[in-house]
């Protein structure tokens, strides 16, 4: 028999361990990939800018002085891997280009939005739903909870929001002030037909509903702008499809209902129609859920923008301080001035509502603002809440709390 080289019998052998070491480095470098993101700067500022939340920080561990030594507390030390598994989410390397290939593949229908729970561990952690024909919607606020119908308000927290609401007007009424409170709908409320099939409803009743019903043997005027918003459609498109927010017609609508309330409180001149208006579009991109979503393809919609064709005769002045205030004045309006607590919908409504009063003070926030309000001295306060705000606000008075 001849014997074979000495080098052609090791050579499979020195093959397959270059081959394993190769392998070995590759995973082991793809593994502590991650870790050195945790050296680059910017991942806060992307994620406030893309994600509209703020980052999670370092967790910290109390210390509590126990005779002359100082001892971890137990809770700290029991949140601690939680917390620091958030952070380290939020800073590991590769994040945004991951992220958005990812969210590419959802929005291929490759991955489901299952998966990405799976993957991330929280719903909260993919903020976006893929739906229909290019439909995007939000999940903050547990508006998937909201929209399905299976967390519906306890006893405790509706009359809690009786309560508080009952007080304010009580409040209010003493100085002469009316009130009105204003529900601005969830997007997937006006367009449900858009919701990806694998969401399906548990009940119709939703805790608007029930927070209406239960006010009904109140005199407190509460104003639900879903069925106006819904007959709008038939015009024109009330919501954007890659933002959480209803655009210009949707907002015309809910200010023509407003408006009607407005008049039972402070008559004057009629608000405006559709027709005072000319509808134009235009193709954009980079709206709000689209923007959270970070993929490399992007998502351009068709804008829907509504043009006065009168002349438009209020002023608007930024103020300084947190929460954001806003002040409209108007000299030539026919309507006292007024306060409007608000959230973001309110933004595209306003420079509806600023032609009819002489003066609107806007405060973006959910509590309740006696300060300003005692300032002002507003004939009227308006009090807008997006539908989904019912799933995660707690209210406060703010005022002495109604019997």
């Known amino acids: 028999?001849?014997?074979?080289?000495?080098?052609?019998?090791?050579?499979?052998?020195?093959?397959?361990?270059?081959?394993?070491?190769?392998?070995?480095?590759?995973?082991?470098?793809?593994?502590?990939?991650?870790?050195?993101?945790?050296?680059?700067?910017?991942?806060?500022?992307?994620?406030r800018e893309n994600e509209n939340r703020n980052p999670a920080k370092f967790p910290t561990v109390e210390l509590r002085q126990k005779g002359p030594i100082l001892w971890p507390s137990k809770k700290s030390l029991s949140l601690f891997p939680r917390s620091f598994e958030r952070w380290f989410n939020d800073h590991r390397g590769f994040r945004q280009p991951l992220l958005g290939l990812y969210n590419l593949a959802r929005s291929e229908g490759l991955v489901s939005e299952s998966l990405g729970q799976m993957v991330t561990g929280e719903a909260d952690r993919v903020p976006v739903i893929i739906g229909r024909e290019g439909w995007l919607y939000c999940t903050s606020d547990r508006l998937v909870d909201e929209y399905r119908g299976t967390h519906p308000f306890t006893q405790d927290?509706?009359?809690?929001?009786?309560?508080?609401?009952?007080?304010?007007?009580?409040?209010?009424?003493?100085r002469g002030i009316s009130y009105i409170v204003v529900f601005a709908p969830n997007k997937n409320a006006i367009y449900p037909e858009y919701m990806p099939r694998a969401i399906h409803r548990v009940t119709d009743t939703c805790r608007l509903d029930q927070l209406k019903s239960h006010l009904q043997d109140t005199d407190l005027d509460v104003i639900d702008l879903r069925a106006a918003v819904t007959a709008m459609k038939s015009r024109a498109r009330t919501y954007h499809r890659t933002d959480t927010h209803w655009n210009e017609v949707g907002a015309f609508a809910g200010y023509q209902e407003v408006m009607q309330a407005v008049s039972r409180h402070l008559p004057g001149e009629d608000s405006w129609t559709l027709e005072d208006f000319e509808i134009q579009t235009e193709m954009v991109g980079n709206k709000d859920l689209a923007r959270m979503l970070q993929s490399p393809e992007p998502y351009i919609e068709e804008d829907i923008r509504l043009v006065p064709l009168r002349q438009r005769h209020a002023n608007c002045e930024m103020l300084e301080g947190d929460p954001k205030s806003v002040k409209s004045t108007n000299p030539s309006a026919d309507r006292p001035n007024i306060v409007v607590v608000h959230d973001s919908f309110m933004t595209a409504m306003a420079p509806f509502l600023n032609e009819h009063f002489e003066a609107v003070q806007y405060e973006w926030q959910s509590d309740f603002p006696k300060d300003v309000i005692e300032r002002e001295r507003p004939a009227l306060v308006i009090h807008e809440y997006v539908q989904r705000r019912l799933m995660s606000h707690q209210p406060e008075p703010g005022v002495p709390t109604a019997e």
């Open 1 to 47: 028999m001849t014997a074979l080289p000495t080098s052609r019998l090791f050579a499979p052998q020195a093959t397959r361990t270059a081959y394993s070491f190769v392998i070995a480095v590759m995973f082991f470098g793809l593994l502590s990939a991650p870790l050195f993101g945790l050296l680059q700067g910017g991942a806060d500022d992307a994620i």
């Open 157 to 174: 927290g509706l009359d809690r929001w009786k309560n508080v609401l009952l007080a304010r007007k009580k409040w209010l009424a003493e």
